[in-house]
C-alpha cells in the first residue's frame, strides 16, 4: 500500500498545475487527505486538506488560488493551483488516512505520506 504524489515540474509565474495523490494497494477507503509543503529549512506548511465527505480548507498562502478535490473511485486526491508564484516554489507532499483491507478480510487504518513531487515557479 503507498501514497504516490506526481504532477510537479516547471511552471512560469502565473501559470498552474493539477498535482495528484494516488493511493494504490487493497484499498478500502481514502479519508482524510492533506497537502503539505516543505523548503529545505524551514517549517512544513498546510496547502490544502479535505475529508472524506468532501469538506475542504486551505492554507492563507494558496487559499484563492487552489483546489483540492477527490475521485473516491479512482483513491485518488488532486491539489489544481492557479496563479502560480515564484515563493511557491517547494517539495509538495500528500498524507492520508488510508483505509486497507488485509488477510481474513480485516480492515486496517494507515496514516501514509507520498513521496512527495517537486514544483518550481520560475521565469
Known amino acids: 500500500v503507498q501514497l504516490q504524489a506526481s504532477g510537479g515540474g516547471l511552471v512560469h509565474p502565473g501559470g498552474f498545475l493539477k498535482l495528484s495523490c494516488a493511493a494504490s494497494?487493497?484499498?478500502?477507503?481514502?479519508?482524510?487527505t492533506g497537502w503539505y509543503r516543505q523548503v529545505p529549512g524551514k517549517q512544513r506548511e498546510l496547502v490544502a486538506t479535505?475529508?472524506?465527505?468532501?469538506?475542504?480548507d486551505y492554507g492563507d498562502s494558496v487559499k484563492g488560488r487552489s483546489t483540492i478535490s477527490r475521485d473516491n473511485a479512482k483513491n485518488t486526491v488532486y491539489l489544481q493551483m492557479n496563479s502560480l508564484k515564484p515563493e511557491d516554489t517547494s517539495v509538495y507532499y500528500c498524507?492520508?488516512?488510508?483505509?486497507?483491507?488485509?488477510?481474513?478480510?480485516?480492515?486496517?487504518?494507515?496514516?501514509?505520506w507520498g513521496q512527495g513531487t517537486l514544483v518550481t515557479v520560475s521565469s
Open positions: 494497494g487493497s484499498i478500502v477507503r481514502v479519508g482524510f
Open positions: 498524507a492520508a488516512i488510508v483505509t486497507v483491507e488485509e488477510a481474513q478480510m480485516r480492515h486496517s487504518e494507515y496514516d501514509l
Open positions: 479535505i475529508t472524506s465527505g468532501g469538506i475542504t
